[in-house]
């Protein structure tokens, strides 16, 4: 029509009149032509073990190499001393069960060590920066199949080698 608009970014919906902004473009993940959005991600993964801390996860989007990845960074609650694997289990067992997608990447870090701004939000892109950076504190992590980025020998036995797979297989 005649009415401008003005791109900021955000999505939203209009429910009787009134605007409900509920994120942004930029952090919508696409896995397979279906949008996933990062805070239904969180919410999966922080209430999926009692050793998380509530609010404490950051999902993106993880180039594989071979299509997009979901990965998962989440704190773990202070004073909890939990086995890592169970904590890592039960992440993508609730992510896989509620969405119907594996997660690429499950990572596991020290309580308050996620980005936040100013006002207490995640910073999803500066999260996934400093962990491929290797600048994040992390506890545990596992990948479940070829990643463009190499692997570290905190997930090496989770990660598949293409070059290993490619001998097997041959």
């Known amino acids: 029509g005649e009415r401008k608009f003005l791109r900021t970014g955000d999505l939203g919906f209009l429910h009787r009149g009134e605007l409900f902004v509920t994120g942004r473009t930029k952090d919508l993940i696409i896995i397979r032509g279906r949008n996933i959005y990062p805070q239904d991600v969180e919410r999966i993964a922080d209430q999926s073990h009692d050793a998380l801390r509530a609010h404490g996860a950051a999902a993106f989007s993880l180039e594989t190499g071979v299509d997009e990845g979901l990965a998962v960074i989440q704190?773990?609650?202070?004073?909890?001393?939990?086995?890592?694997?169970?904590?890592?289990?039960?992440?993508?067992?609730?992510?896989?069960?509620?969405?119907?997608?594996?997660?690429?990447?499950?990572?596991?870090?020290?309580?308050?060590?996620?980005?936040?701004?100013?006002?207490?939000?995640?910073?999803?892109?500066?999260?996934?920066?400093?962990?491929?950076?290797g600048e994040l504190a992390v506890l545990a992590q596992r990948r479940t199949h070829a990643a463009a980025a190499p692997c570290d020998q905190a997930c090496a036995p989770a990660c598949v080698d293409p070059a290993a797979l490619r001998a097997i297989t041959n």
């Open 75 to 133: 704190e773990l609650e202070y004073r909890q001393r939990p086995d890592l694997d169970q904590v890592i289990d039960a992440i993508r067992e609730a992510i896989a069960e509620t969405l119907e997608i594996q997660p690429t990447a499950v990572v596991l870090i020290k309580p308050g060590g996620l980005p936040r701004t100013s006002s207490g939000k995640v910073q999803r892109a500066e999260a996934r920066r400093q962990w491929q950076d």
